[in-house]
């Protein structure tokens, strides 16, 4: 674990913590404020269904840069690659503001999430080499506070914008942020770790990018495309993603300076905090794009009511937040808030598996049930990404944390569009859509069991009761 110098409360770390949390909030703002302007796109630029790509590509450059972005940081220092990120978030911005066809929107969409993965992924590394752990608990509150926003406001947001100043708008947004972010970040941020005179030449890798690429690529095509998860092509899609992780794990073995290294797995805390994620992320962001409609099914009340009962999940992942943040500076042992997690997740999830195969008549018992189902599943998402990230931000290694960082965030992003699209097929394969859709949602439930027998234990973070909450060096 890291040792710490000086003071978490400087002026320049507040400032540059604020940078952080801008950065990441447009980041993640970005992945759903596009979903309620689609229609005004298409009218505007007469795509027709083609518009998904609009939002698939901007998934897919966030994902796969993520890891890249963590151990360019681990390189250049995090200053670096977080004033990189941010031009191009800008830059991609103002091409999708700009963008005369869907093709070029599209384009710009890509160029603007290979900045986004930056900015999310630099916002939790910058974390752990600036504050200590009773620090990073309760400013690891704000991130995940981000992410509930961008997810609940995003969509109104959204809509809002395209339905006055145009959806144009929703990017032109983003470039006084962009410009006080940068401001903020002036200085205060770690740069690059000097290198001895003769010592050995920074190095980069190629090939273990190229692959973790294709792997990344054809997940979030399954995950993206239900005609391409749900067709005979899945099986092609699925091979050739097989065989790519494989060369990659062959190939960061042997590569002098892996993109993410053999050796941040060494640390048991660090291994089982990436696996859980991995699992966590495909039952809870996989199967949240079939919550809705089993929710619908079980309860039969419509679209407004739905609306209002899916607040029960931004509701419990904000309760979770704040809980946590006041509650883990007394009770600092990560892995049992993790093991927490992810048991009422398990439950949330077993309780919306049930719902399909009910009455739906709307009845006390059902309402309940959704709403205790989505309160508990959101609870776990918010508990989960804190008690996990924390805990890999306090055991890696100081010259991997944007590697283990990187790891994490796409592990769980991986896992969520390969959640995506497997209980795509699970519904489309049972002989009903209640059935599909009850068989999903417990196999998520599953997921959860199995990232609760591999989750960090105590004696994998023996060193949980935490330090003195100062800044690391």
């Known amino acids: 674990m890291h040792t710490s110098t000086g003071t978490a409360t400087a002026p320049p770390a507040r400032r540059v913590f604020c940078a952080l949390l801008i950065g990441m909030l447009m980041a993640q703002l970005d992945t759903t404020i596009v979903v309620a302007a689609l229609p005004s796109v298409t009218d505007d630029l007469a795509s027709g269904g083609a518009v998904a790509g609009v939002t698939a590509a901007y998934l897919l450059t966030v994902t796969v840069s993520t890891p890249v972005h963590g151990t360019l940081g681990d390189l250049l220092g995090r200053r670096a690659v977080f004033r990189g990120a941010l031009a191009l978030f800008a830059l991609g911005s103002v091409a999708c503001a700009l963008a005369p066809t869907l093709p070029a929107l599209t384009a710009a969409r890509a160029l603007q999430g290979l900045g986004g993965g930056g900015l999310v992924v630099t916002a939790i590394s910058a974390l752990a080499q ?3 752990r009773q620090e990073m608990v309760r400013r690891q509150g704000y991130l995940t506070g981000v992410l509930a926003v961008s997810t609940l406001a995003g969509p109104p947001l959204g809509g809002l914008l395209a339905a006055g100043p145009g959806w144009r708008w929703i990017f032109l947004v983003n470039l006084p942020l962009c410009a006080l972010a940068a401001l903020l970040a002036a200085d205060g941020l770690p740069g ?3 290198r001895a005179a003769g010592g050995p030449r920074l190095r980069f890798d190629v090939a273990g990018t ?6 990344g690529v054809g997940v979030v095509a399954l995950g993206a495309s239900e005609s391409l998860a749900r067709g005979p092509g899945a099986v092609v899609v699925l091979a050739v993603v097989l065989g790519c992780a494989a060369a990659f794990v062959a190939v960061e073995r042997r590569s002098a300076a892996p993109l993410i290294p053999p050796a941040l797995f060494a640390d048991p805390g660090v291994a089982r905090s990436v696996a859980s994620t991995a699992l ?6 996989g199967a949240f794009t079939f919550v809705p409609l089993a929710v619908q099914r079980g309860t039969g009340v419509g679209a407004g009511a739905i609306g209002l009962l899916l607040l029960a999940l931004t ?3 904000l309760l979770a937040t704040v809980a946590f943040s006041v509650l883990a500076r007394r009770y600092a042992v990560l892995p049992d808030w993790g093991r927490l997690a992810l048991v009422m997740g398990a439950v949330g999830m077993a309780g919306l598996a049930v719902l399909p195969v009910s009455s739906g008549d709307g009845g006390v018992l059902a309402l309940g049930l ?14 989960s990404l804190q008690a996990y990230t924390l805990l890999a931000q306090g055991r890696a290694r100081p010259d991997l944390i944007g590697a283990t960082m990187g790891t994490l965030a796409f592990a769980r992003q991986l896992g969520g569009s390969l959640g995506t699209a497997a209980f795509g097929w699970v519904v489309l394969a049972a002989p009903s859509e209640r059935a599909g859709l009850t068989l999903a949602l417990g196999v998520a ?7 609760l027998l591999v989750a960090p234990r105590r004696r994998d973070d023996p060193s949980g009761a935490g330090d003195d909450g100062e800044r690391r060096g």
């Open 130 to 132: 600036l504050f200590g």
């Open 192 to 194: 690059r770790a000097g």
């Open 210 to 215: 190229a692959l973790v690429t294709l792997v």
């Open 280 to 285: 966590a992320g495909t039952a809870l962001f």
């Open 315 to 317: 509701g419990g992942q």
């Open 370 to 383: 959704a709403g205790g189902g989505m309160a508990l599943t959101g609870a776990a998402l918010g508990l």
């Open 445 to 451: 439930a599953g997921c959860l069991v199995a990232a």
